[in-house]
């Protein structure tokens, strides 16, 4: 069993920064393809970014390339996200999720089998 805990989020104003965490238990982390997920009030949840377990590769949605970068230090059990020039439309809850197969279809929540509880992203304008 996998526990994962986010922490990092925050009020923040239109283009500011705020960096995610995500600690996760267990020896097998680095094994794992991690991503991270948002879910706004009243639509359904979305792929933001996610990295396999031999980490280098990223893969991000389009609305984020460019601004949210992914990351992960397996010594740690610790995958981050980046969030630059942060837009009212990322406010949202984060995830961050496991893939304890590593499967190639990052961008669908069902491949995933570990979840955080979430963390609050809030950006003002």
């Known amino acids: 069993q996998v526990q994962l805990v986010e922490s990092g989020g925050g009020l923040v104003q239109t283009g500011d920064s705020l960096r995610l965490s995500c600690a996760a238990s267990?020896?097998?982390?680095?094994?794992?393809?991690m991503g991270w997920f948002r879910q706004a009030p009243g639509k359904e949840r979305e792929f933001v970014a996610a990295?396999?377990?031999?980490?280098?590769?990223?893969i991000y949605a389009d609305s984020v390339k460019g601004r949210f970068t992914i990351s992960r230090d397996n010594a740690k059990n610790t995958v981050y996200l980046q969030m630059n020039s942060l837009k009212a439309e990322d406010t949202a809850v984060y995830y961050c999720?496991?893939?304890?197969?590593?499967?190639?279809?990052?961008?669908?929540?069902?491949?995933?089998?570990?979840w955080g509880q979430g963390t609050q992203v809030t950006v003002s304008t």
């Open positions: 267990g020896r097998a982390f680095s094994s794992y393809t």
């Open positions: 990295m396999p377990w031999r980490g280098g590769t990223t």
């Open positions: 999720a496991a893939d304890k197969y590593s499967t190639p279809n990052y961008y669908s929540e069902y491949e995933y089998d570990y």
